[in-house]
């Protein structure tokens, strides 16, 4: 006897969907049979508002598409637009986009890492640990910029305005502590019997796949493939720091977690050598306001927490943008969620989504 | 070392070398092919060793007023550099170009993206549905032409406050 799919729906609203976010999984007993997902209901059409909007007012809209990472979200469209305009950002500022995106990175990988293990089952505590660090960042960026979660720091040609005098301190004593926190959390959690159990050999994904697939980012590298934008093609400042690509071996959830855990470290070495060698000078260059580049376009990508985010603007010469198109890793990282789910059961699926770590914001946009 | 970027003269021998008269034109910043040929020029530089263009890093749909066009950036991870291919359809109403999913799998969501947003159909895909809007949504938002504007554009932003010529006419 054959019996037809029971459906399930998971969302729009549901905690573990991280957003209004809605996965249909059609099972047969415990085991998914097929995965479809349901997005949209975030839709802002971003990209059509910015053809309506100058080049700077534009950038409060790469807040508000990955609301995690704003920084990173800033960057990699003045980058797009500094190509197109072929303006250059002075040295201070070059830094100062390091110091921002490698502190985005860390408070974005400290939430994903915080969802995954409450996925996992390990309830709210480590969540709440991860907040209390991501507070002190967000405390840094509130007195860079005056906002905590939609920044609009950066600028055409630098960043908005300099850094007060107490954001050195904060950020000097705050990454002094933050090798041994991380450490807490690897203790609390690498070893943790619900990590491991629930997350290991779950949701492979072999490295031929993932480069089919287009995913980038932590799951691309949990695949074992050493790609990064911050390496392959730097942008800012990041030609002149050090550091190293953490790849996981097998690709499965609990590696991709583990890449985040070390990227938390390596982020942190580049805080300590991008604060130790920021130098003086003016932090933008005077562009005009009413900002016209010359027919054209441009694609300017740079390593968001996600993966590779990616903005193509085309210019027609006009005030205005005449496409704006967001390469969004969220999205796209999404692609491989099917054949990874089916074959699995449904507490499987939820870790899957959990690893991918997802911004609705970013794949709605 | 950073990401070399192919320039599109490059690109467009290489890909004559293997598949005469797939290039419709080669500007430095991209090359355009036949649509028809697009399936066989993207496995081409898949497959090419010396390119190794494995990575479909973004799709992009633009509506340039009286064509459709595709964007498709390729990029190798072994040997770190990326092409910018292009593919056009003249058809204004129901533009419909060859899908790439069947040798980029990252495709699915981006072309499902562009059917949505821009209305080009993508022969081949295998499940060709709306993606952020729902069922039964009035046309394609990101067509220029989209609400029938007059000039067959949105009004958008003509220029900046205190230019001669400003107006904020049918500014929403």
Known sequence: MKAEP???????????????FRLKLSLDGERIV?????VGYLHRSMEKLAEERSYTQNIPFTDRTDYLAAMTGNLAYVLAVEQLAGVEAPERAQWLRVIMCELQRIASHAMAIGTFINDCGAWQTPLMYMFREREKILDLFEMACGARLTTNYMRIGGVSRDIPPEFMPAALSLVKELPQRISEYEGLSIENEIVVARARGVGILPAERAIACSVSGPMLRGSGVAWDIR??????????????IPVGTNGDCYDRFLVRMEELRQSTRILEQALDSLPEGPVNVAIPVAIRPPPGEAYGRIESPRGELGFYVISDGGPAPF????????????TPLREMSIGMTIADAIIILGSIDIVVGEVDR | MPTRFLSGP??????????????????????EVQPEQLVAVCTFLRNDPELDLVFLCSLTGVHRLDHFEVVYHLQSLKLNHLATLKAKSWENEEPELPSVTPLFSGAIFQEREAYD?????????PDLRRLFLWDGFPGHPLRKD???????????????????????????
């Not at chain 2, 490059?10 to 090359?31: F, Y």
């Open chain 1, 323 to 334: 496409r704006f198109h967001i390469r969004s890793p969220s999205l796209i990282n999404l």
């Open chain 2, 146 to 172: 989209w609400l029938g504007m007059p000039g067959q554009r949105m009004s958008g932003l003509q220029g900046f406050p205190g230019e001669p010529g400003f107006s904020n006419e049918g500014r929403g």
């Open chain 2, 10 to 31: 490059d690109v467009a021998r290489r890909i004559e070398g293997t598949l005469p008269g797939a290039v419709l034109a080669a500007e430095p910043q991209w090359t």
């Open chain 1, 231 to 244: 390496k392959a093609q730097p942008y800012a400042a990041y030609d002149r720091v050090q550091f190293d």
């Open chain 1, 34 to 38: 097929d995965a479809d997902m349901v």
């Open chain 1, 6 to 20: 029971f459906v399930v729906n998971i969302g729009p609203q549901h905690p573990s969907t991280h957003g209004v």
């Open chain 2, 117 to 125: 947003l821009l209305g080009i159909r993508f022969q081949g895909h």
